[in-house]
């Protein structure tokens, strides 16, 4: 990690930044049914990331349970229906990680995304 500059890393104070994936086109009607996130760190008190899942050009927005030591444990976190899969997008969706917390938790990259595409083709 950097010593000094915007990329230093602080080993105090609370960790307040937003990560936002790019935005992921689907060629029709979807639902999210699975979220997997690895974390560099096995969990622990003090660490804190608010996932959010934003479809359709942020028009709805699904805010996910916390993950922090009191509502996951270990290395993994995935997200399954119905948690993750009570809304229908239509055209995109994004990925946003709100980090906060005193305790740096780095997520490791890919975050694996499944999903269920609709065939109706209607204009419901």
């Not at 990560?19 to 992921?24: E, T």
């Not at 942020?58 to 509502?71: A, D, E, P, Q, Y």
């Not at 899969?85 to 990925?95: A, C, E, R, W």
Request: glycine letters at 8%; charged letters at 15%.
């Amino acid at each position: 990690m950097p010593s000094f500059g915007i990329d230093k890393l602080s080993t105090t104070g609370t960790y307040g930044s937003i990560w936002r994936s790019n935005v992921i086109s689907v060629s029709n009607k979807f639902s999210i049914t699975r979220m997997r996130l690895s974390l560099g760190a096995t969990l622990a008190t003090g660490m804190s990331i608010i996932p959010k899942i934003y479809l359709d050009d942020g028009s709805t927005v699904k805010t996910l349970t916390t993950i922090n030591s009191t509502n996951y444990s270990g290395r993994k976190v995935i997200y399954r229906t119905p948690e993750i899969g009570d809304y229908i997008g239509s055209n995109n969706f994004m990925i946003e990680l709100n980090f906060g917390g005193t305790v740096y938790c780095p997520v490791l990259l890919p975050i694996i995304m499944e999903l269920d595409l609709w065939t109706d083709e209607s204009n419901d």
